[in-house]
């Protein structure tokens, strides 16, 4: 792959997490944070609401693997099982409800028990437990959503075919990606090893993970060169750069159509 001499305005550097060249258009996709505010709530009341809206959440993650191993395999899938974990940890649900029997409003109970774990994980400074925090801040999201009514917002896609940027993205989003619309994408946090970064691998989506908040700041439409192999993101590249960067694109799906083509061929032996 040809592309460290890529003429453009400006590159952006990151950590490769998925292979694959892509051309095409910024699009940039903001996180709506769940804002939860305290309120004196009848424990018995606020109790029944956090149970209907774990069991709605694990009905969720149930589908959600099942949907993932059909498309991408059980070791894709799992990673959901794992999430479905979270809404079994005793610990957790009794913080929640000890906060909840103290007339605390049970959506807020859940963050706030939910963000003093996903800060304990934050200071080990061991990215695998990193990982698990964004994994758990998807579940704490996932619950909140069923409590306070919200519907999924999943990374909507312009209509045009784009590169997708964002702060950083859940297990969840990255399921939930249209890889006919997101054509790769680049996050300014996260990780190699995250299962965000396993999902794009099996989507088959090129991805760059870590490249800073300065990606953050460029403008919807912008044409770009997404290099997954190097994690690079090249912005307002030369006529010439985005012809190659296409053919090599188009080689590469060549080469894995071809692949997959002969792994379905019956198995021959040497004297055939």
């Not at 399921?175 to 190699?192: E, H, M, R």
Request: glycine share 6%; aromatic share 4%.
């Amino acid at each position: 792959n040809g592309h460290r001499r890529v003429r453009a305005d400006l590159t952006a550097d990151g950590v490769p997490a998925s292979d694959g060249i892509v051309v095409g258009v910024v699009f940039q996709h903001a996180h709506k944070a769940i804002v939860v505010e305290d309120s004196v709530t009848s424990p018995a009341f606020g109790k029944k609401q956090f149970k209907i809206a774990i069991d709605s959440a694990q009905k969720e993650l149930n589908k959600l693997y099942d949907e993932v191993k059909v498309r991408l395999g059980s070791n894709q899938a799992s990673i959901f099982l794992v999430h479905a974990e979270f809404l079994n940890d005793d610990e957790l649900l009794k913080e929640t409800e000890d906060l909840i029997s103290k007339k605390h409003n049970p959506a807020w109970a859940w963050q706030q028990t939910v963000h003093s774990r996903i800060d304990q994980l934050k200071n080990l400074d061991d990215p695998i437990l990193a990982g698990r925090a964004v994994d758990l801040s998807d579940v704490c999201q996932r619950v909140l959503r069923h409590m306070l009514g919200i519907a999924d917002e999943s990374p909507a896609a312009s209509r045009t075919p784009s590169v997708l940027v964002a702060d950083d993205l859940t297990p969840s989003d990255t399921a939930n990606l249209d890889p006919d619309l997101i054509l790769g994408f680049v996050t300014a946090k996260g990780g190699p090893t995250s299962h965000t970064a396993i999902i794009a691998r099996a989507m088959g989506i090129p991805a760059i993970v870590a490249a800073g908040d300065t990606v953050l700041e460029i403008a919807n439409g912008t044409n770009c060169i997404l290099d997954g192999f190097n994690g690079k993101l090249y912005l307002n590249p030369q006529p010439e750069d985005i012809e190659s960067a296409e053919q090599l694109h188009e080689e590469i799906k060549r080469q894995l159509s071809a692949d997959y083509a002969e792994r379905l061929l019956p198995a021959k032996t040497q004297d055939e």
